[in-house]
């Protein structure tokens, strides 16, 4: 602590420096003032903490000075000296707030004795302010503390449920309704088992507090709620190491699980996909190679052509993969230019024809009258439009029928493709643009895909501001029609006739 400053304010000489005397060597600063003026002057200036002050002054007297220091430093105590015969006004210098008075003659032990109260007292004040303010300031962080913990607590995306040692649930975030999926009303106050319907999740927050250690458990879908749960319960202790009660922090960890699920769906799917298709196309070029010379013609051209069918569609699965994979991580590139619709068309048609024969499935094939342009990349409509008719040819059962009609209405080119097939179900049709998904019935359980051709096929139309819409008929067919907006022809410029002009 500081030391003190003591200021002597006296006419007296004598007293002056047997007051400064008394306390010398005690660990006190001391000034002297030889009357009121220079007293209040030195105050004003210096700062002072014991004012032993004369009342009886030429100029302005010591109670004039007091009623000065009580006005404007009131922290500074103030001791009087006076004379024997003044002890009435000693005292009404105390009422005017005086610590305390010295009489004249006095002792320098006395002297001491009530600078040293008073020094206490101003150091006892300075120590309780600083407590306070130290309390004051302990309250503001617990508060901050406290209002970012609530904070925090409240913005968590995990259930956080707390309980006293005894299992009663005293506090939980607002996410613990959610995930929980708790129906308990309130449920601070009330046992955990009231709110948490699982005895192995009441089970563990038990365990955790009666052995000390943090329980980690899962939960399926159907105990706790109806999501995958990943629960970690850590018991809480006093400073003394007693168990006061349970933590437990739930997350929901159902989106994982069904990405873990999905990741191996895919990777048997693929495996699957890829290697049925690649088994079949190694027994027919072995067949070719055994077989041809003994062969007719016409079966070794039969089973090229079903080698060239396998292989262009595993090769239109790894493009839907790729195309889709980049179309996620945003490295896809569309080159547009203005493509003529039919001529996508025909070269799909062509391709598929021998496909549909071997399913004895009558293709019609109605374009519009007009011709339409539309800006595109050429890859990638192709493969959408592929898609659509090989999925209408797939699902179309032998003998069937496939209907491929294009219109031109309000600046926008139509493409329909409606099957005979085996339709699709109301509570299926919303799902058929979701990745990976298949319908599972008897009707597709002998048809093999990947789940993942609509999708690629919605996010190339919706990347060239186009529009998908499908009606079905569970047994009766589907419909397909694809909208996008037409562009301009492309003039014919002297070098595109030159080019087109050249032999070859
Ligand atoms: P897949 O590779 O399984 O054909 P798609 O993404 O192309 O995958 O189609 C998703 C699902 O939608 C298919 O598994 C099938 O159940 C259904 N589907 C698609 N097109 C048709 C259609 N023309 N007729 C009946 N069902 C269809």
Redesign the pocket.
């Known amino acids: 602590m500081a030391e003190m400053r003591v200021l002597i304010i006296d006419d007296e000489e004598v007293i002056r420096e047997g007051v400064q005397r008394a306390l010398s060597n005690r660990g006190y600063v001391i000034a002297k003032a030889e009357n009121g003026e220079a007293g209040i002057e030195m105050i004003r200036d210096q700062g002072f903490d014991i004012v032993l002050l004369d009342l009886m002054m030429p100029g302005i007297d010591g109670f004039g000075v007091l009623e000065w220091v009580k006005e404007h430093q009131p922290q500074i105590e103030v001791i009087v000296i006076t004379g024997f015969a003044t002890v009435s006004k000693a005292v009404s210098a105390m009422k005017q707030g005086a610590f305390d008075f010295v009489g004249k003659p006095f002792t320098p032990d006395y002297i001491r004795i009530v600078v040293s109260r008073a020094a206490d007292k101003i150091k006892l004040e300075r120590e309780t302010h600083r407590l306070r303010e130290e309390h004051t300031l302990n309250i503001a962080t617990i508060q901050n503390e406290q209002s970012r913990l609530k904070t925090v607590f409240g913005c968590m995306a995990e259930a956080v449920v707390i309980t006293d040692n005894t299992g009663v649930v005293v506090h939980h975030n607002p996410a613990a309704i959610k995930i929980l999926e708790i129906q308990t009303d309130p449920v601070i106050g009330k046992d955990i088992a009231q709110s948490i319907l699982d005895t192995n999740a009441v089970e563990m927050v038990h365990q955790a507090m009666a052995k000390q250690v943090v329980v980690t458990r899962e939960f399926q879908p159907g105990t706790i709620s109806r999501k995958y749960l990943r629960a970690h319960c850590a018991p809480v202790t006093s400073e003394s190491g007693r168990v006061i009660g349970s933590v437990t922090a739930f997350e929901d960890i159902s989106t994982h699980k069904e990405i873990d699920r999905m990741k191996s769906d895919f990777v048997a799917m693929v495996a699957h996909e890829l290697k049925s298709p690649l088994a079949s196309v190694e027994q027919m070029i072995y067949a070719l190679q055994v077989g041809c010379k003994y062969e007719s013609g016409q079966a070794c051209s039969t089973m090229h052509k079903r080698i060239t069918v396998r292989t262009r569609d595993l090769l239109r699965?790894i493009d839907n993969l790729l195309n889709l994979s980049k179309m996620e991580n945003g490295t896809v590139e569309f080159n547009l230019e203005p493509v003529r619709g039919h001529e996508v068309l025909d070269h799909i048609l062509d391709v598929v024809r021998e496909q549909a024969e071997n399913k004895e499935i009558t293709i019609a094939y109605m374009p519009s009258d007009e011709d339409w342009w539309f800006n595109v990349d050429y890859d990638h409509i192709r493969t959408a439009f592929m898609?659509?008719i090989s999925?209408?040819l797939?699902?179309?059962p032998q003998g069937g029928r496939v209907e491929i009609a294009t219109t031109v209405i309000g600046g926008f080119a139509n493409l329909s493709?409606q099957?005979s097939?085996?339709?699709?179900s109301d509570e299926?049709l919303p799902h058929?643009?979701d990745r990976f998904?298949?319908?599972k019935g008897k009707a597709?359980r002998h048809?093999?895909?990947?789940?993942?051709?609509?999708?690629?096929?919605k996010e190339v139309v919706e990347a060239h501001q186009g529009y998908i819409d499908v009606h079905?008929e569970l047994g009766e067919?589907?419909c397909?029609t694809l909208s996008f907006p037409i562009t301009e022809p492309v003039k014919a410029t002297p070098e595109h006739v030159a080019a087109e002009a050249q032999p070859g």
């Not at 097939?421 to 699709?424: F, L, V």
């Not at 048809?447 to 690629?456: K, R």
């Open positions: 699965m898609n659509i999925n209408a797939k699902y179309t493709v099957d097939g085996i339709g699709i299926d058929i643009f998904f298949r319908v597709t048809i093999t895909g990947s789940g993942l051709g609509l999708s690629l096929v079905s067919g589907t397909f």
